[in-house]
């Protein structure tokens, strides 16, 4: 079952594999879809690797602006295939590494 593997690829890194995990209930709660969830988990490190660029915290509501407004969406809906991880879409959106800090700094202003 496809979305019971995304779901554990989701939550690998938040440690709750194999036990109880109140993330993946959530998830379940919910009834996002696979491709839900991996844009979910691709804006969440875009958020991450941003800040660390920026060397603050960003927050969600600019990452999702800047992912939008930098056509990472676009791209993400371009590469999407139900089965492929967030890791994989990760690099197809980002074949090389992670873009320039200095591109996204006129859009966070």
């Known amino acids: 079952m496809v979305h019971k593997k995304i779901i554990e690829d989701i939550v690998e890194e938040s440690g709750c594999n194999g036990k109880y995990c109140l993330l ?11 491709r839900q969830l991996e844009q979910i988990k691709l ?11 920026q060397n603050r915290d960003i927050g969600w509501e600019k990452a999702f602006r800047l992912w939008i407004s ?3 969406a676009k791209r993400f809906d371009e590469v999407y295939r139900d089965g492929l991880t967030h890791k994989e879409l990760w ?17 966070l202003g």
């Open 24 to 34: 993946k209930e959530v998830i379940l709660y919910f009834g996002l879809s696979d």
């Open 43 to 53: 804006v969440e490190k875009f958020k991450y690797e941003e800040s660390k660029n």
């Open 70 to 72: 930098l056509n990472y």
């Open 91 to 107: 690099d197809m959106i980002f074949p090389t590494t992670y873009p320039n800090p200095k591109i996204s700094e006129v859009y």
